[in-house]
C-alpha cells in the first residue's frame, strides 16, 4: 500500500514505544478514533531493515494553550471578557495526540495485512492522514472474512464503511451492551437484516415487540420468511426441573414436606408434551383426587400416609396460583396481540420437538412474542425452547440448520450471581450455548443496557462486544474488566458516545473500532415506537362509554350532594 | 538569672534582636510615611495623578480592532571559554483580533557571532555563583541590543501597529558598558540589528555598544506609532528624584529640603515602587515624567571617553500604572511623551488586568514564553561542547589530564571543588 497521496498532519514526539506514540496534531486535521499511519523502518526476519506503513488509531487528543494563563481565565469569566476580544493567542494551540498502534503494513503490499509491532517508531516521523479509500481497504483485507456484514461507518470518517465478520458472529458469541436508546436494537436490527440477506436461521426473543417491524416489512426480504409467534409450549419429563422452578417461584413458598409432595405429584403425573398450564391443571386434578381419596378413607389409609390433607392442601392452592398468574400473563400477551392483530399474524408456536423446522429453518427469521410475560414465566418459555432446540443440533442426524438466538432483556433473563436470581432456568441454559453452542453452532446474541447485572459466566463466553454508551460506572466496570478487547480509551469514551455510536471489538473484528451504527429507518415499527406519551394524550379521545360515565356523573353528584345536605 | 553560657547563645541574641530591632522598622515606617504623604502632596499639587477607566467588558471589543506587538529576548548561555552568550533571539507577537491576526516572529537570532572575537575578552568563569562583571555586561549588552533591533526590524518594516511594547526599558543605563576593554560587535550583527547603520569602514568605536544602541534608540524615538518599555519593578527612585529637581528648580522646594530628602531616600533606600505602591490606588496612574535616564539632575555620574555621545541619548518619560491593590506598580517608559494618554495608559491597564496576580502585561508574558531558549536546547549545546572540548585536549599528545577541561564538562563546576559532603565518612549501614 503506497502512501503517496497521504497527506501529513503531524509530527511524532520524542518518546515511543511497540504499542504507542505521541504526536503533535495540525489543527482540525484528524479526530478521535481516526486512522493514521507513519512511515517507519524496521528490522525484517532476515536481518534486512524494511520499510513499512504504521497504523494506528487516534486514542485521545490534548489540547493545550501554554500561553493562556490560568489567571487570564479567571479574570476574563469574572469580568464577561471574549478572548477573541483580547491579544491572549488563540492560534498557538498544542494538539498531543496518542495513538495506538494497529500493527503495520509491508509498503508494496496489494491486499494489505496488519502484522505486530515489533519495533518502536522513530521519533520525528512524519504522521500522514491515509485516505479512506485505503482506510477501508485495509479493514476489509485485514479481517479477511468469507462473509462480512456492513455495520455502519467509522465514527471519525462516515466515507469509511465497516464490515465485520459474520462467521464469528454467528459462532462466537455476542454481548451488545448499552443504555436504553443508546443504539443497541438498531445495531441489532442491522446485524439481523445482514444475516438475513446471508439466509442465516435466527430466532428472536422479543420482549417488548422490538422487532415486530421486520415482520411488517416482509417485502424488504422477498427471499426471506418472518414468522412471528406467541408462546404455547408442550413439556416434557425432562423439564421437571423447570416446572418446578416455575411453581416454586409463582406460587407460595412451600415447607419442606409441601416441597416433597409437589414432587411426588410431578414423578406420579405424566408428562402428556402438553401445555404448562394444561400439565399443571392435571397436577391439580391428579393432587385433588388423591386429597379426596384422603378424605373419604378413614384414618388408618395406605394412601401416602406421611402427607397430611392440610400439605395437599397448601399445595394444591399454590398450583392453582400459578395456574391462575400463567393464565394472567398468556391473557395479558393475548390482550397485547390482539391489539397489533391488524398489523401482524400471530402463530402459535409450533412444538419444538415434533416440528422443530418450523421455528429453525434456512433463510427464516423467526420472533418469539413474550410481551405480558413475568420474568419467570418468560426464562420457562426461552429455556424449554432453547433446550428443545439444541437438543435437535446434538442429534447425530440434524434436524435444524446453525441459527443465532438473539435474547433481549439479557440481565432480566440471565442475571448474575449477585442478584440472587440463579433459579432461573435460562441461566443453566444459556451457559450450555455459551459453552457448547459453537460445538453444535448455536450462537448466542445477548443484548443488555445492565452488563454489570448479566451472568459472568455467560459475558465471558462472548467473543465479540459490542458496546453502546453507558453513564452507570458499575456497567464501564463491567466491559473494562470482562473485555480484553478493548484499550482503556475506548471504555473511557463510553459515556458520551452519541446514539448509534458503539466500540466494536472482539473476533468479529480484527481491532477495536469505533463505529456509527447505519440506522435502518426503513425497519422501523411504527405500531410500537409510542413512546410518544405526549403525543398520546394529544390526540387521546375517550372511549364512549367513557363520556356517558363523564356525562352523568354530574347528575349523579348532584343526587348525592342533595342526600349530604338533609343528612347535615 | 541569665548564665554567661546563655548570653552567647546565637538563638537568643537573634530573638533579642529581632525584638530589639522594631524600633528600626517603625522608624523606618515613619520615614516612608512622612515620605510618601510629601510626595502625594507634590502629585496632587502637579495633577500628575490620573484615574484610569476600567471597564473590560466594554473596554476589549473597541480595542480589538488594534494592532499590537509585543516584543522580548530570550538568551542562552553557557560557560564557554569564551563566556559569550550562545545564543540570543528577540521575538514578537503582533496580533490584530479584528483582523484574526496572530503573528509570532523572530527576527533577530545571533548563535555566538554577536560580540568582535578580535575583541574578546576570554573570561571563563569557574564558578557560576561568582560571575565576572564582564560577563553580565555582555550578556546584558546582547539582550538589549536584540531587543531594540527587533523594535528598529519592526519600524523599517513599516508594519502597520498601533502600539508596541517592549518588555523592560525603552533605555538602558549605559554605564555598564563605558568600561574600557568592553568588546564591539560584529559587522554582521550591526547589519542585522539596524540595517541603516553606515556599512563601510566601520571601526571599532563605531561597532561599540554606545554608538550602535543610539542609532537604535534615534529610530525608535521617531517611530511612526507609541512604543512604550513596560518594567515590572522600578529599583531606582528616578521618577521622585527628578520630581524633586523639577520642583527644586522651579523653585517651589528649597535647596536645604531638596538635599535632605534626596539623602534620606539614598538612606532609606526607598524606591519609586516603594513609594507609589503606598501612594496609588487600583487602576490609578502617574503621568509620564521627562526623565534624564543616563545622568541625575545634569551631574555625570561616571567620566568616561563615551560622555559626551551619552549626552546625546535622548530623555524618557516615566510614568507608572497600580494594576491591583496587592501588586507593585508597572513602569512605563517611552521617548515621545504619548499623544493618548489616557488611550494608551488604559490599554496598559486592560492588557495588565488580563494577568490580575502577575499584573502585568498579558502580551508581554506571552512573548516572553514565546522568545525563552528552551532547556533543551540549552543542554543539548552544553554537551556538544563538552564533547568537543574533551576530544581537543586529548587529541593533544601534550596536554595531560586538564583540569580546566573537566571542570568544564562536570555537571556544575562547585562539584569539581571535591568540598566533603556533611554525610562524609558515614558508615553505609
Not at chain 1, 414423578?267 to 404448562?276: C, G, L, T
Not at chain 2, 530589639?20 to 515620605?35: D, G, K, L, P
Request: glycine share 4%.
Amino acid at each position: 500500500m503506497k502512501n503517496n497521496n497521504w497527506k501529513t498532519i503531524g509530527t511524532v514526539l520524542g518518546e515511543t514505544n511497540i504499542n504507542s506514540y505521541l504526536f503533535m496534531l495540525q489543527s482540525f486535521k484528524a479526530k478521535k478514533n481516526d486512522m493514521v499511519t507513519t512511515q517507519t523502518s524496521i528490522p525484517d526476519g532476515n536481518g534486512k531493515i524494511i520499510k513499512v506503513n504504521v497504523w494506528g488509531k487516534i486514542a485521545n487528543i490534548n489540547c493545550s494553550n501554554e500561553w493562556f494563563p490560568r489567571q487570564a481565565a479567571q479574570e476574563m469569566a469574572f469580568q464577561n471578557i471574549n478572548i477573541e476580544d483580547t491579544p491572549l493567542p488563540t492560534s498557538r494551540d498544542e494538539l498531543i495526540c496518542k495513538v495506538n498502534i494497529l500493527g503495520y503494513t509491508k509498503q508494496d503490499d496489494k491486499s494489505p495485512k496488519l502484522l505486530p509491532m515489533v519495533y518502536p517508531v522513530k521519533p520525528a516521523n512524519a504522521v500522514n492522514y491515509p485516505n479512506s479509500n485505503d482506510v477501508e481497504k485495509l479493514l476489509i483485507s485485514d479481517l479477511n472474512s468469507k462473509h462480512p456484514i456492513h455495520i455502519g461507518t467509522l465514527m471519525a470518517r462516515d466515507n469509511v464503511e465497516i464490515k465485520i465478520d459474520a462467521d464469528s458472529l454467528v459462532s462466537r458469541h455476542v454481548l451488545v451492551t448499552g443504555m436504553s436508546g443508546s443504539g443497541k436494537t438498531v445495531m441489532v436490527r442491522r446485524i439481523i437484516s445482514e444475516l438475513m440477506r446471508l439466509h442465516f436461521p435466527m430466532l428472536v426473543y422479543d420482549i417488548h415487540g422490538d422487532y415486530l417491524g421486520f415482520v411488517k416489512k416482509q417485502n424488504i426480504f422477498p427471499k426471506n420468511k418472518i414468522k412471528l409467534f406467541y408462546p404455547s409450549l408442550s413439556v416434557k419429563a425432562e423439564d421437571k426441573e423447570i416446572i418446578y422452578t416455575l411453581i416454586n417461584k409463582l406460587g407460595k413458598p412451600l415447607t419442606e414436606p409441601q416441597n416433597d409432595y409437589l414432587n411426588t405429584l410431578l414423578n406420579k403425573v405424566k408428562f402428556d408434551e402438553s401445555s404448562i398450564i394444561k400439565f399443571l391443571n392435571s397436577l391439580i386434578s391428579f393432587s385433588k383426587g388423591l386429597l379426596d381419596t384422603k378424605n373419604s378413607k378413614s384414618k388408618g389409609s395406605n394412601t401416602m400416609p406421611h402427607i397430611k390433607p392440610a400439605t395437599m392442601f397448601v399445595v394444591n392452592r399454590s398450583l392453582n396460583q400459578v395456574v391462575k398468574k400463567l393464565v394472567n400473563m398468556e391473557n395479558t400477551n393475548a390482550r397485547h396481540r390482539q391489539r397489533m392483530s391488524k398489523f401482524y399474524d400471530f402463530e402459535k408456536l409450533p412444538d419444538a420437538n415434533t416440528e422443530p423446522e418450523k421455528i429453525i429453518s434456512k433463510g427464516q427469521l423467526s420472533i418469539l412474542y413474550l410481551r405480558g410475560y413475568e420474568t419467570l414465566p418468560a426464562s420457562a418459555i426461552v429455556s424449554i425452547l432453547s433446550e428443545t432446540l439444541f437438543k435437535h443440533r446434538q442429534e447425530v442426524e440434524q434436524q435444524i440448520p446453525p441459527f443465532l438466538s438473539i435474547l433481549e432483556e439479557g440481565h432480566t433473563l440471565i442475571p448474575s450471581r449477585s442478584e440472587n436470581k440463579d433459579n432461573l432456568p435460562t441461566v443453566d441454559t444459556f451457559r450450555k450455548f455459551a459453552s457448547e453452542g459453537r460445538k453444535f453452532s448455536c450462537g448466542i446474541m445477548i443484548i443488555s443496557q445492565r452488563p454489570s447485572r448479566l451472568d459472568e459466566t455467560i459475558a465471558s463466553q462472548c467473543n465479540s462486544h459490542f458496546s453502546f454508551r453507558k453513564k452507570n460506572q458499575k456497567d464501564q466496570r463491567f466491559v473494562r474488566e470482562t473485555s480484553e478487547h478493548y484499550d482503556a480509551e475506548d471504555v473511557n469514551q463510553l459515556p458520551s458516545l452519541a446514539n448509534g455510536q458503539g466500540i466494536i471489538g472482539g473476533q468479529v473484528v480484527n481491532f477495536p473500532l469505533a463505529v456509527q451504527v447505519k440506522f435502518d429507518d426503513n425497519l422501523l415499527n411504527d405500531e410500537i415506537g409510542d413512546e410518544d406519551f405526549i403525543t398520546a394524550v394529544e390526540n387521546w379521545d375517550d372511549k364512549e362509554s367513557v363520556k356517558l360515565r363523564k356525562k352523568f356523573a354530574k347528575d349523579f353528584s348532584k343526587i348525592s350532594k342533595s342526600a349530604q345536605k338533609r343528612l347535615n | 538569672m541569665k548564665s554567661d553560657k546563655s548570653k552567647n547563645n546565637l538563638l537568643l541574641k537573634y530573638m533579642d534582636f529581632s525584638i530589639n530591632s522594631s524600633q528600626n522598622q517603625s522608624e523606618y515606617m515613619n520615614v516612608m510615611v512622612n515620605v510618601c504623604s510629601t510626595m502625594l502632596n507634590l502629585l496632587k499639587h502637579e495633577n500628575l495623578i490620573i484615574d484610569l477607566n476600567y471597564n473590560p467588558s466594554e473596554f476589549w471589543p473597541k480595542a480589538k480592532n488594534k494592532t499590537v506587538a509585543f516584543v522580548d529576548g530570550g538568551l542562552a548561555r553557557n560557560n564557554l571559554f569564551n563566556s559569550s552568550p550562545l545564543a540570543i533571539r528577540a521575538g514578537s507577537y503582533v496580533v490584530n483580533k479584528k483582523l484574526k491576526e496572530e503573528a509570532f516572529d523572530t527576527n533577530l537570532k545571533f548563535v555566538l557571532n554577536l560580540f568582535d572575537k578580535q575583541n574578546e575578552l576570554f573570561d571563563f568563569i569557574e564558578d557560576e555563583s561568582f560571575e565576572s562583571l564582564m560577563l553580565t555586561k555582555k550578556k546584558d549588552a546582547a539582550r538589549i541590543i536584540t531587543e531594540a533591533g527587533q523594535l528598529v526590524n519592526h519600524i523599517l518594516t513599516k508594519r502597520k501597529i498601533d502600539l508596541l511594547f517592549l518588555h523592560g526599558p525603552i533605555q538602558a543605563v549605559l554605564t555598564p558598558f563605558v568600561q574600557e576593554g568592553f568588546p564591539p560587535f560584529t559587522n554582521l550583527a550591526i547589519q542585522s540589528i539596524i540595517p541603516s547603520y553606515k556599512k563601510k569602514n566601520m571601526s571599532v568605536d563605531d561597532r561599540h555598544f554606545i554608538n550602535v544602541y543610539h542609532e537604535c534608540i534615534k529610530l525608535i524615538k521617531n517611530a511612526p506609532y507609541p512604543i512604550y518599555g513596560v518594567l515590572e519593578t522600578a529599583i531606582s527612585s528616578a521618577y521622585t528624584r527628578n520630581l524633586l529637581y523639577a520642583f527644586k528648580t522651579k523653585g517651589v522646594i528649597s535647596q536645604k529640603d531638596y538635599d535632605e530628602t534626596i539623602k534620606v531616600i539614598k538612606e532609606y533606600r526607598i524606591t519609586d515602587n516603594n513609594i507609589f505602591e503606598v501612594i496609588l490606588k487600583k487602576n490609578q496612574a502617574l503621568k509620564p515624567l521627562e526623565i534624564q535616564k543616563q545622568f541625575y539632575g545634569s551631574k555625570i555620574i561616571q567620566k568616561s571617553r563615551w560622555d559626551e555621545k551619552i549626552i546625546e541619548y535622548p530623555n524618557v518619560f516615566v510614568g507608572f500604572i497600580k494594576v491591583n491593590d496587592f501588586q507593585s506598580p508597572i513602569r512605563i517608559e517611552s521617548y515621545n511623551y504619548p499623544k493618548n494618554l489616557i488611550n494608551d495608559f488604559s490599554y496598559i491597564l486592560a492588557v495588565s488586568k488580563l494577568l490580575p496576580s502577575y499584573s502585568y502585561p498579558v502580551g508581554l508574558h506571552v512573548v516572553d514564553r514565546f522568545v525563552k531558549i528552551p532547556q533543551w536546547m540549552k543542554k543539548a549545546s552544553k554537551n556538544y561542547w563538552s564533547t568537543h572540548a574533551l576530544k581537543s585536549v586529548m587529541n593533544n599528545q601534550k596536554l595531560g589530564p586538564n583540569s580546566l577541561v573537566l571542570k568544564y564538562i562536570s555537571n556544575k563546576n562547585r562539584t569539581w571543588a571535591n568540598r566533603p559532603k556533611n554525610s562524609g565518612g558515614r558508615i553505609e549501614k
